[in-house]
């Protein structure tokens, strides 16, 4: 038995067909099972009260730039980076695709 859990861009990548779950609240983890779907579960997470914070002093302590790399979904992606005062994300992105970018983003000015 072969079982893939993922986004939206992973299953696609394996060509298994699914609905695609927009007004679902927190981020969705679809399922399939032997390459047929199976199913989703939504995911949400708890912001730590303290966050927004951390973000205002380290910005207060010269970090010029806040950036959030994730695999949550675009609104789910934006609701958190509002929340805690970020300046830019990039949402719906696969493990492998986040270390290349934190490259970039650390050669940039």
């Known amino acids: 038995m072969e079982v893939l859990a993922g986004n939206d861009r992973l299953l696609h990548r394996a060509n298994i067909y699914h ?4 007004n ?8 399939a099972v032997d ?5 989703y ?3 949400s997470d708890r912001l730590k009260e303290d ?11 010269g970090v010029t730039e806040t950036v959030m790399l994730t695999g949550d979904n675009r ?6 980076a509002d929340r805690l005062g970020l300046d ?10 986040k270390f290349p970018i934190l490259r970039l983003l650390e050669r940039s000015p």
Do not use: M
Not at 24 to 31: A, D, I, K, N, Q
Not at 51 to 61: D, S
Not at 75 to 80: D, M, P, R
Not at 88 to 94: D, T, V
């Open 19 to 22: 609905d695609t779950c927009n």
């Open 24 to 31: 679902v609240e927190g981020s969705v983890v679809h399922l």
């Open 35 to 39: 390459s047929k779907y199976a199913g």
């Open 41 to 43: 579960i939504s995911i």
């Open 51 to 61: 966050a927004p914070r951390a973000i205002a002093q380290l910005k207060k302590a």
């Open 75 to 80: 609104v789910v992606a934006k609701k958190v």
């Open 88 to 97: 830019n994300y990039q949402a719906e992105l696969l493990p492998e695709e």
